[in-house]
């Protein structure tokens, strides 16, 4: 059978991607209000009119981003959850992913968190809203399946939950950088290890801790 051609890149779909990160750094530097297309025409190296040949409005280019993060975003939350893992490999496997997606689109996650609640209120971006019912959806049901399970505690309070992991994990953006010291899965390893299992020494590993400084003692 004849192989499907890949789909051509062209200059223009390449260009227009660079003109996308170059105004998701802008936009996230100096927030959406105080960001003029001239602005963004500046930091691409290029006349604010050049850049209407690429875009409509600096509205056109904000929908596009945050479009592009969510729909890659979703990707990867909709594979997880037809996994049909378990409760606690379902959570370990979406903040896996929510960190990947902060390294892929740190820009775009940062544009998200800071003007999402005054965006929604726009016809344009109504699709943010229904992106943030979809998301507390996943993460509500996994833990309340975790709980029904016996796999997270009985005690648990699944919305206050889901409330700190989600805010635990998505106010990285602020301080991580793409190309760090941490890969995106090792800081996920670390944050779950904290979530999960605490940050205290377990009874009996400080029993055994106690024991072995007393014989070395």
Same mark, same amino acid.
């Given at each position: 059978m004849p192989t499907k051609k890949k789909p051509q890149v062209t200059a223009a779909a $390449? !260009? !227009?991607? @660079? /003109?996308?990160?170059?105004?998701? *750094?802008?936009?996230? *530097?100096?927030? =959406?209000?105080?960001?003029t297309v001239r602005r963004i025409a500046d930091h691409a190296g290029m006349l604010a009119g050049s850049l209407y040949y690429h875009f +409509?409005?600096? *509205?056109?280019? /904000? @929908?596009? $981003? /945050? !479009?592009?993060? /969510? +729909? @890659?975003?979703?990707?990867? =939350?909709?594979?997880v959850l037809a996994a049909e893992l378990g409760p606690r490999e379902t959570l370990e496997a979406l903040v896996t992913e929510s960190f990947r997606e902060i390294d892929r689109h740190h820009a775009a996650v940062a544009i998200y968190q800071k003007e999402s609640r005054q965006l929604v209120a726009q016809d344009r971006f109504a699709f943010l809203a229904e992106s943030q019912r979809r998301f507390e959806r996943a993460w509500l049901s996994t833990l309340e399946r975790g709980v029904a399970e016996r796999v997270f505690r009985s005690d648990l309070d699944v919305r206050l939950t889901y409330r700190f992991v989600r805010d635990t994990v998505w106010v990285a953006a602020s301080w991580y950088r793409p190309g760090g010291q941490h890969s995106p899965e090792e800081i996920a390893r670390q944050y779950l290890s904290m979530v999960l299992d605490g940050i205290a020494v377990r009874a009996t590993q400080h029993e055994e801790h106690s024991e072995k400084n007393r014989h070395s003692g």
């Open positions: $390449i !260009r !227009r991607g @660079e /003109l996308l990160n170059t105004a998701a *750094e802008v936009f996230a *530097e100096h927030g =959406y209000n105080a960001t +409509d409005s600096k *509205e056109s280019m /904000l @929908e596009e $981003i /945050l !479009r592009t993060f /969510l +729909d @890659e975003l979703w990707g990867g =939350y909709d594979t």
